[in-house]
Structures are given as C-alpha cells and as structure tokens.
C-alpha cells in the first residue's frame, strides 16, 4: 500500500518551533518531488515548500522564507519540515505529499501535480 505519514505537528507558543516529517511506505520518495501544504479553517489549500526529486531545487512560499527549511533523507525516506519563529498565522493543518511536481525557486504549487497525500498533522501556534 502506497502511503504518506505526516507527524511532528502539536502546539507551540509564537517564535517557537515545530519539525514535521512525512515518510513514504510501499515506494520511494527518491523519485518525487515532495510538497508541504497547508490548510486553515475557512482557507484554500496552499503550497508552503517543495524539493525537487533530486533535492537540488527547493522553493518557500514568501510568508515562509527564512524560517521554514525543507531537506530530504534518502536513506529514511523522508522528508523534513522545519519550522521555526513560528506565528498564529501559520496555524494550519499540514500536508505533504508526493509527485511529478515542477519545484524550483519561485515555481508555483499546483495540487494536481502530486499524486499521493498523507493525512495531514494539525500545528498550533498560540500562546
């Protein structure tokens, strides 16, 4: 069975940090690009971060940048959200996923180019 595992999530008070991972069981995340999506109440999915299959191309969304890292651990296979200074705006339900995405600096999210999603891990920033 081909599945995506986010985990990491929890409440945290702002400027704090959270890492989510995602791991892959029954394929190989080698092969994909990965995204981290997120979604808040009332809100459109949207495209946090991506890494390319070969991890040499990453983007972040711009209310992101600077805080949030993306890396990839082949040998896990896994991929990893590291979040610090953390905001209530970032409050979200979390999502990775998996595909044939086009990810490079600046290159825009489309859901339609991942082909398989975890659950989703819920992040909480309040004080």
């Known amino acids: 069975q081909l599945q995506l595992v986010e985990s990491g999530g929890g409440l945290v008070q702002p400027g704090g940090s959270l890492r989510l991972s995602c791991a892959a069981s029954?394929?190989?995340?080698?092969?994909?690009?990965i995204g981290w999506f997120r979604q808040a109440p009332g809100k459109e999915r949207e495209g946090v971060s991506c890494?390319?299959?070969?991890?040499?191309?990453?983007n972040y969304a711009d209310s992101v940048k600077g805080r949030f890292t993306i890396s990839r651990d082949s040998a896990k296979n896994t991929v990893t959200l590291q979040m610090n200074s953390l905001k209530p705006e970032d409050t979200a339900v979390y999502y990775c996923?998996?595909?044939?995405?086009?990810?490079?600096?600046?290159?825009?999210?489309?859901?339609?180019?991942?082909?398989?999603w975890g659950q989703g891990t819920q992040v909480t920033v309040s004080s």
């Open positions: 996923a998996a595909g044939p995405a086009i990810c490079y600096s600046g290159s825009a999210y489309y859901l339609y180019e991942y082909d398989y």
């Open positions: 029954g394929f190989s995340l080698d092969y994909y690009a």
């Open positions: 890494i390319s299959s070969s991890g040499g191309n990453i």
